[in-house]
């Protein structure tokens, strides 16, 4: 793998709670990473938005 396309051992996957997140997260799962910890969430004044740290399974 080049520098442009090695995986990151961990990341942190945040936006606003929907859809197009929940497929972000399941497609880290996909990609062989495992949930890290709990979600989080907070409200901006005009959504939630969600956070989600996933790390690459040894």
Do not use: H
């Amino acid at each position: 793998m080049n520098e442009q396309t090695e995986k990151l051992g961990y990341r942190l996957l945040t936006g606003p709670d929907d859809k197009a997140f929940c497929e972000r997260v399941s497609q880290a799962l996909k990609d062989g990473y495992e949930l890290y910890g709990s979600p989080s969430i907070t409200f901006n004044g005009e959504r939630n938005i969600v956070a989600q740290a996933v790390i690459l399974k040894k």
